[in-house]
């Protein structure tokens, strides 16, 4: 039941209660009143007939007052009289049954009256005590209660009717200005509340300043609030573009911070085509190439040419700005082209690149982001190997339980390791390298972003990164992704 009925019945009940109440009390206040009436009707009517009665008694004898008394009953029928003796003994005819209070106190002079509910309706009996000598009696006035139950009940039903009236029409009332007052306003400011909850915060309530009741402060206090949400969602849309700004320009410059250090391998790599290129164009510059040599140097400087321009368009695509996008894509392609950009600088090392990434094993990821999640992992790994050893890239699916701030429950996941031989990461070192800005390498060898931005980009992909490493045994970093069902049917 809504709030405003519920308020419009407790009102009607408690009106309908508080009328009973007064039409009660007013009908048993009338009843008392008549009562009185009638008792003082009859101590009239018995002090008259008592003096006319002692009289008649004192000049003409006892026949004669009684034959008096008897002929006044034939002039009214509303009352009925009668002689009794109050010294009379039991079974005398004029003896009455009174209660014995009563009994003494008419003795003693004194008028009295009782109510007889012995018969249907009840009567009222009033005595009036008559000297005669030394003998004391009474005129007994009897009055059947009938006309005053007809009374009461005319009374009763006649309030009932008037009560059952104001009671329709105080209903009628109070539904009327209950649903005016508080539900039509509570109403809105339901519907408010829900719209608010449904992300619509340009909803209003329309104020009646006028009423200027609590719920109308309500409406202006919901009004302030959808205002004050609207305007923190449109900072917080605000904020949150210029983060995510923010973020994508540190991982763009940690991506060219990555291409700065590939280029002096990138140079080497380019190196060798050139030379080549130079002395098969000299050759053929110089004449010393000559008939179908001088189409096989053709040949040869396409083929470099090619090769070269291809070096190039792998760092470009490396570098270059682009919106994420997510699709599959094949683990053993990436981790190759990863090692196809790194192999110089593996190679200044002495370090072997091992791919254990099973052919087919795909991922739904952003190719860009991933790749430079990876490069990160694999230049870390050559910056701790400072001696020839192996660095390993290997993929598999198996079943984990995500960290705190990741969350969620046991399932499983597309694990890819870069393990390497290095020097390891010292254990109070290692809580501490996913925060941004934290280096351990000297001033100008890292700018301490690489392994934040690259954590970044996998919690965006709804993974993340676990280490663990070992002093003097070297380190693994591993990713987890979640499974798609391209992962699932490559393990399978």
């Known amino acids: 039941m809504k709030l405003a009925r519920k308020f419009t019945l407790a009102l009607v009940l408690l009106a309908v209660a508080v009328m009973a109440g007064l039409q009660a009390f007013q009908v048993n206040r009338e009843l008392a009143r008549s009562e009185i009436d009638t008792q003082h009707d009859h101590r009239l009517l018995g002090h008259t007939l008592a003096g ?290 790194l192999k110089p600088m593996a190679t200044k090392k002495g370090v072997t690149l091992s791919q254990e990434v099973p052919s087919g094993f795909t991922v739904e990821v952003d190719a860009g982001q991933f790749q430079q999640v990876l490069t990160n992992l694999v230049m870390n790994g050559l910056h701790a190997m400072h001696r020839p050893g192996t660095l390993r890239v290997r993929s598999r699916v198996l079943r984990a339980t995500p960290p705190a701030d990741v969350g969620g429950e046991e399932q499983d996941w597309v694990r890819l390791d870069v393990e390497d031989e290095g020097s390891g990461i010292p254990a109070d070192v290692l809580p501490h390298v996913f925060e941004p800005f934290f280096t351990t390498k000297d001033v100008g060898e890292g700018t301490g972003l690489g392994l934040s931005v690259s954590y970044g980009m996998v919690r965006d992909h709804g993974g993340w990164i676990d280490v663990k490493s070992e002093p003097g045994r070297g380190s693994c970093f591993s990713i987890y992704l979640p499974p798609g069902t391209h992962a699932c049917q490559a393990a399978s």
Request: with cysteine; net charge neutral; aromatic share 4%.
């Open 52 to 341: 006319s009665i002692g009289k008649a008694w004192q000049l003409a004898g006892e026949s004669e007052a009684l034959t008096l008394l008897n002929q006044a009953n034939r002039f009214q029928e509303q009352v009925r009289l009668r002689w009794v003796w109050l010294d009379g003994g039991p079974g005398s005819g004029f003896a009455p049954a009174l209660p014995p209070a009563l009994l003494l106190s008419l003795r003693a002079g004194n008028d009295g009256w009782m109510m007889d509910a012995s018969t249907s309706p009840g009567v009222l009996r009033s005595y009036t005590p008559v000297f005669l000598g030394r003998r004391m009696g009474a005129i007994e006035i009897t009055e059947s209660l009938s006309e005053q139950e007809q009374h009461v009940r005319t009374t009763v039903v006649g309030t009932f009717i008037a009560t059952a009236a104001l009671s329709v029409f105080f209903l009628l009332a109070a539904m009327a200005m209950g649903r005016r007052l508080v539900g039509r306003p509570v109403e809105q400011l339901v519907h408010l509340a829900g719209r608010i909850g449904e992300g619509d915060l340009t909803a209003r309530v329309p104020l009646r300043r006028e009423h200027g009741d609590e719920l109308t402060t309500l409406a202006v206090a919901m009004n302030r609030m959808g205002e004050q949400l609207e305007e923190t969602r449109a900072r917080l849309a605000s904020e949150t573009a210029a983060r995510l700004a923010t973020v994508e320009h540190l991982r763009h410059a940690d991506r060219l911070t990555t291409v700065g250090k590939l280029a002096s391998g990138v140079a080497h790599e380019l190196g060798t085509p050139l030379n080549v290129v130079m002395g098969r164009a000299k050759m053929v510059s110089s004449g010393e190439a000559e008939g179908d040599e001088v189409n096989e140097c053709a040949r040869i400087i396409f083929q470099q040419a090619q090769h070269m321009t291809g070096i190039i368009r792998q760092l470009l695509d490396f570098a270059r700005r682009r919106t994420p996008s997510r699709a599959p894509e094949d683990l053993s392609l990436l981790a190759e082209r990863t090692f196809s950009l």
